[in-house]
């Protein structure tokens, strides 16, 4: 059973760059043919997908967020991390760590949320 949990802080000033990590465990991050993924959820507004980091250490982010995002990773902790710089309170959302198969397009696992708020 792959479990995903997300760890950083909850408060995050304007301007400043937002980091968070996603642990996994009961999997690897490099088995093949998997994608992990940054999504968010802000109050009344549906899922936005971020990027991912893939199996093979590639990245992949949305165009709209692009300019602003970072993923890396740890192969040897098993874990992988978002950098989001230059938040403003726009970025106050639930952001959520979930593995995608290369093959669909639905998420199979996810973390529990973490909380950030943007906020002086």
């Known amino acids: 059973q792959v479990q995903l949990q997300e760890s950083g802080p909850g408060l995050v000033k304007p301007s400043q760059t937002l980091s968070l990590t996603c642990t996994v465990s009961g999997g690897s991050i490099t088995t093949d043919n998997y994608y992990w993924n940054w999504i968010r959820q802000s109050s009344g507004k549906g899922l936005e997908w971020i990027g991912y980091i893939a199996y093979s250490g590639g990245t992949y982010y949305s165009p709209s967020l692009k300019s602003r995002t970072s993923i890396s990773r740890d192969t040897l902790k098993n874990q992988f991390t978002l950098q989001l710089s230059s938040v403003t309170p726009e970025d106050t959302a639930l952001y959520y760590c979930?593995?995608?198969?290369?093959?669909?397009?639905?998420?199979?696992?996810w973390g529990q949320g973490t909380q950030v708020t943007v906020s002086s």
């Open positions: 979930a593995r995608r198969g290369f093959t669909t397009s639905e998420y199979d696992y």
